[in-house]
């Protein structure tokens, strides 16, 4: 199983804050709650924020499967906004 670096940790964690600003920016602007997004912006979302904890675990393979599970999250949340944002 390939290590996962501390740059690869670094990244999902810069890539989980972006969105986290992004998700909180919009709906503060728009006076609402994160649930009140989407579904699939909500279920996105839930994903990538019940895998990133385990991108933090001490065991290597779970961590590089977390990493995977964040990253096809993110895409999907990506897919997600751009509907709801119409872009």
Same mark, same amino acid.
């Given at each position: 199983?390939?290590? *996962?670096?501390? !740059? +690869?940790?670094?990244? !999902? ?9 992004? !998700? ?12 009140? !997004? ?8 839930? +994903? ?10 001490? +065991? ?17 949340? *990506?897919?997600?906004? +751009? ?5």
């Amino acid at each position: 199983m390939m290590e *996962q670096t501390a !740059l +690869d940790r670094m990244k !999902l964690q810069q890539d989980h804050a972006k969105w986290e600003d992004s !998700l909180k920016g919009y709906c503060r602007e728009n006076r609402m709650e994160i649930g009140n !997004l989407p579904s699939e912006v909500v279920k996105a979302w839930d +994903d990538m924020t019940a895998s990133y904890g385990d991108t933090q675990n001490s +065991d290597d393979e779970v961590a590089h499967g977390a990493a995977q599970k964040h990253r096809s999250a993110s895409e999907q949340l *990506q897919k997600a906004w +751009d509907k709801m944002t119409k872009r």
